[in-house]
Antibody, heavy 122, light 107 residues
């Protein structure tokens, strides 16, 4: 069965960096686009970034552009989110999610991980 | 960016009730509209994709309709496990955007 497991979250000071990972299993990882979506405490869902199945195309929310980098290692079935220059407003649970197809942006998000919490605080 | 507006923001209903949640897009998105259910402390779950298609494994009491800018999610007969928050999401263009959510509570 499809499984997505995030890791790497934690408490970090403003201005510091953190790298999140999302391990995938139960499907051909290299055939699917992947997203990061976050949810601040008590708030709704906010899309963060997407990467195409082959890692070539990437898009970011304006709120993280220039600070966050999405990447993937298809040989190890792992998705990453490198988060630099973290701010208090980046505090959230970060979910990885699979796009239902290679063309990542137009497709629904059919499987989600359980999320990893990130707290940015001094 | 395309703005997605859900109504109502919260809703109280009883088991067995028929419930409708509305999602409106700030511009036409054809049928690039999906619905998710989220329970507290859990990941969102895809219910409906492309406006009206039931995701595999989702009970048939869930239904979706609409095209263009106006969409609805209907639950035909509420079950205890349906009390949750529901989000719509457009995938017509980048960035994908979500509605603010509709919290469905027990009356």
């Amino acid at each position: 069965q499809v499984q997505l497991v995030e890791s790497g979250g934690g408490v970090v000071q403003p201005g510091r960096s953190l790298r999140l990972s999302c391990g995938a299993s139960g499907f051909i990882f290299s055939s699917y686009g992947m997203h990061w979506v976050r949810q601040a405490p008590g708030k709704g869902l906010e899309w963060v970034a997407v990467i195409w199945f082959d890692g070539i195309n990437k898009f970011y929310a304006d709120s993280v552009k220039g600070r966050f980098t999405i990447s993937r290692d298809n040989s190890n079935n792992t998705l990453y989110l490198q988060m630099n220059s973290l701010r208090a407003e980046d505090t959230a649970v970060y979910f990885c999610a699979r796009a239902d197809g290679k063309g990542a942006v137009t497709r629904p998000l059919d499987y989600w991980g359980q999320g990893t919490p990130v707290t940015v605080s001094s | 960016d395309i703005q997605m507006t859900q109504s109502p923001s919260s809703l109280s209903a009883s088991v067995g009730d028929r419930v409708t949640i509305t999602c409106r897009a700030s511009q036409s998105i054809s049928t690039y509209l999906h619905w998710y259910q989220q329970k507290p402390g859990k990941a969102p779950k895809l219910l409906i994709y492309a406006a009206s298609n039931l995701q595999t494994g989702i009970p048939s009491r869930f239904g979706g309709s609409g095209t263009g800018t106006d969409f609805t999610l209907t639950i035909s007969s509420l079950q205890p496990e349906d009390f949750a928050t529901y989000y719509c999401q457009q995938s017509y263009n980048t960035p994908p955007t979500f509605g603010q959510g509709t919290k469905l509570e027990i009356k």
